[in-house]
């Protein structure tokens, strides 16, 4: 099942996808149903299996046009995985101490699906970052990893907007993983029985067109489960937490010569089975 975070009348809601008989997308709006206000507090509540069924199939309103909220749009955290594609940390001469590398993002430098990414007056360096997100579906804290999958609520994609200016002013790299309008969440979490085998979910990211990074779940230098146990060891994770697990080799800032994004472009992040994120890029006034 799809699940999504939208607004409707100026109002945050969210629910899930429901495709009709002509093969039609629509969203049953669950929020206006529901005693959870948010995605993440239906997560919490461990209700996404019997929503469903107490909303029904009979969609409130269409696919089409829909305006788009980040996926979660109120996490408690948000965790970043740096330099878990082992070509990624070759191009970047960075990684491999044995350890995830782990920063956070904060919801409030998100923005959903189709929504512009903002490239800031203070840098002409905003770069791509195509990455799986993971949404924790059940609280834990010293996850085994051989059953932190059963934490999962399901997985989306995101796009790790990063500032390199920024970025590389000094060894933490806070600062530019956090401009307004710079992380795309969307266009919505897919449960995991739908996406099936997890090792081959495929992600591919689009410049205008043209692919810019390519690579499998099975590439990851530290696994889903393996984030899960690490990150769990020094926080608890609590369902809506969102672990973004890292970006392929690729990226604008290793190419010679470097490519950032500016206005007019746009981006796009693709996870098969999962969907597309799409995002226009503009140039802040």
Known sequence: MRWLSF?????STYGYVVVDEAGIEGV??????????????????????????????QT???LEGLEYAPTITDPAKILCVGLNYKEHQEETGR?????????????????????????????????FE???????????????????????????????GSVRE??????????????????GFGPWMMTMDEIGDLSQMEITTRLNGEVMQHAQAN??????????????????????????????????AARKPPVFMDDGDQIEVEV??????????VGEN
């Open 28 to 57: 049953v709006d669950v929020g206006a149903k529901a005693e959870y206000p948010t995605l993440r507090q239906a997560i919490a509540a461990q209700a996404l299996e019997t929503l469903p069924a107490s909303c029904g199939d």
């Open 166 to 183: 920024y970025q590389r002013q000094t060894s933490q790299f806070t600062p530019g993983k956090n401009f307004s309008n710079t992380g």
């Open 95 to 127: 990684g491999g101490e044995g350890f995830p590398t782990v920063f956070v993002r904060f919801a409030a430098a998100q923005m959903g699906h189709l929504q512009p990414m903002v490239r800031p007056i203070e840098s002409a360096t905003l770069d």
């Open 219 to 252: 590439m990851l230098v530290h696994g889903f489960g393996e984030l899960i146990e690490y990150c769990s060891t020094f926080i608890d994770l609590e369902p809506g937490d969102v672990i973004v697990t890292g970006t392929p080799g690729g990226v604008g």
């Open 60 to 62: 409130d309103l269409p």
């Open 7 to 11: 607004v409707r009348n100026g109002r």
């Open 272 to 281: 098969k089975p999962i969907g597309i994120l799409r995002n226009p890029v």
């Open 130 to 160: 195509g990455e799986i997100a993971m949404i924790i579906g059940k609280a834990g804290r010293r996850i085994n990893r051989s059953n932190a999958l059963s934490h999962v609520a399901g997985f989306g994609i995101y796009n790790d």
